[in-house]
């Protein structure tokens, strides 16, 4: 890219081809990159230029850097790598608890994958998801009780239980700090 002028025509276009290329909508993008959905629509449209802020947000939520929203050609013939202090995670959901993403942005509400981390009595307390959505939990270290409904059970390391999670559902670290990976698959 030569000019300035060259490069805002083309990010718009191509914030908009990296969102429908992973299947996102605009609402799916603004949860993701805590950019309003108007916001990303004036971006895909043109009609406002984002700030370094903004474009940040938008590319790690696509999972795009600057450069490869620029670049000319396919994107088959790569590997998409997110090195470890690029994860994003969640550290104010649950009470002594650490969620990593490890799943891609376009995955979100269909196939979801977690890194969950937790102190000593630590736990994650969760709302019914979709009708007919299953977690399934692998404990790494540590042991955890899991509540599904009225069901629950103690997990060591090497455990996986795979149970109902369109009810009310909680995983608590019950004897010292613990790690589990969370896969959550909606119907």
């Not at 959905?37 to 971006?43: A, F, G, K, T």
């Not at 000593?120 to 998801?129: A, I, N, R, W």
């Amino acid at each position: 890219m030569n000019s300035e002028n060259q490069i805002l025509d083309l990010l718009p276009a191509r914030l908009k081809e990296a969102r429908r290329e992973q299947g996102l909508s605009l609402d799916a993008v603004a949860k993701l990159s805590g950019v309003s959905r108007s916001m990303v629509s004036q971006i895909e449209r043109g009609e406002s230029s984002p700030t370094i802020a903004t474009l940040w947000n938008l590319t790690r939520a696509l999972q795009v850097d600057f450069a490869g929203l620029l670049e000319e050609g396919s994107t088959e013939d790569r590997i998409e790598t997110i090195r470890e202090a690029q994860v994003p995670s969640i550290d104010n959901m649950g009470q002594g608890c650490r969620i990593r993403i490890l799943s891609p942005p376009e995955q979100a509400g269909k196939h979801e994958v977690y890194d969950l981390r937790f102190s000593e009595g630590g736990l994650l307390d969760s709302q019914p998801h979709t009708r007919g959505a299953r977690e399934q939990l692998t404990v790494i270290e540590g042991e955890i009780e899991v509540v599904s409904g009225t069901a629950h059970d103690t997990l060591s390391a090497g455990d996986t239980a795979n149970y109902a999670a369109d009810v009310t559902h909680s995983i608590r670290a019950t004897n010292g700090p613990a790690r589990a990976f969370l896969i959550v698959q909606d119907a």
